[in-house]
């Protein structure tokens, strides 16, 4: 502690767990300030994902279901992960057939661009599908 002090620097202790336990002088303001430096660089690095939502009909349209696609392709190709759904309302849930067969259409669609996370599973009036980008290669 003397030397510490001699020194106008601070004694931080790195092991107090060892026997005897482990200390360092060292400016601890400055090591902070080090630290979170290190940690906002890191978290640049970090990818951050994004979920992108795209909503069906039982009966969607051929054009509505293209203008769709091409922007899930666009979301993927951005690197988005995509959530499609088919929004069953009232009593369209007799049509859970169509919903899944444009699910999995779209899938196949955007196979170039992404692969399917988990194929389309049906949650209260929604069914739902998720599609992830692919890496892309360097």
Known sequence: MQWAEEQNLDLVEISPNAE??????????????????????LK????????????????????????????????????????AFVFFKGRS?????????????LATDLEEWGKVESLPVLEGKRMIMFIAPKKKAK
């Not at 200390?23 to 290190?38: G, P, S």
């Not at 969607?60 to 992960?81: I, P, Q, R, V």
């Not at 849930?93 to 259409?105: D, S």
């Open 44 to 83: 640049a690095k970090s990818a951050q994902i994004t979920v992108k939502e795209i909503r069906f009909g039982p009966q969607t349209d051929e054009h509505d279901y293209d203008f769709k696609k091409k922007n899930a392709e666009k979301f993927l190709k951005e690197g988005s992960k995509l959530k």
């Open 93 to 105: 849930i007799i049509y859970k057939e169509q919903g899944q067969i444009l699910l999995l259409k």
């Open 20 to 41: 005897p336990p482990v200390c360092k002088i060292m400016d601890y303001k400055k090591f902070l300030y080090e630290q979170k430096k290190r940690d906002k660089v």
